[in-house]
């Protein structure tokens, strides 16, 4: 199946906001990665904002899929917290700069991007994942926790290093490959630590 134009666009978006980061991308070297002039690049996407939000939505879209996917399963919560872990992790090595710009369209248009994203087909459900630590809860095996806290926890162990990453990495002294190789090995750290916290 041929490529279009517009899917040879993102592709290169991702790779360029993901390599460089949204301040430093230029719409130019986005054009050719892509393999096409600027003018037909603007043709699509009026601006960068637009084009980092489509990114935004193609990931996200994504994300709610196969997050979705794991939560309805027919698993064991300890696996089902790994598989979401693993997932999450995976989505946001592949877009780094997806936490940062959240925060900051949440910073610059509050409500009306939350209910954009959640007026859109594919959106998170985290209610079935909820529904089964409290079943877990009530037949003593997990400690009592309460289940919108665990999730919390889970969202905010795999976003927080994505939103502090230019921080850490200054503090640390590593550079990008680095980083995310980190990224990598903390998949099992989260996991871990989540488990050790709900066990009885």
Known sequence: MEV?????????????????????????????????????????????NKLFHSVFI??????????????????PLFEKIEAFVEQYMDILISNPMLPSFVINELNQKGDAFVKEIL??????????L???IQMEVQAGRIREVNPFHLVLNM???CAFPFIARP??????????EAYLK?????KREIIDFIHNAIRV
């Open 182 to 186: 980190l990224m990598e090995t903390r």
């Open 4 to 48: 279009t134009t517009e899917e040879k666009i993102l592709r290169a978006a991702r790779e360029v906001f993901t390599r460089k980061g949204f301040a430093a991308a230029r719409m130019q070297e986005i054009a050719d990665v892509a393999g096409i002039n600027k003018g037909l690049l603007h043709y699509y996407f009026r601006s960068k």
């Open 167 to 176: 921080m850490f990495q200054g503090i640390a002294q590593v550079d990008d």
């Open 58 to 75: 193609e990931a996200f879209g994504q994300f709610a899929l196969r997050i979705n996917e794991v939560f309805a399963a027919d698993m």
């Open 119 to 128: 007026n859109r087909g594919s959106k998170p459900n985290f209610l079935p």
């Open 130 to 132: 909820i529904g089964q």
């Open 155 to 157: 969202l905010s162990l």
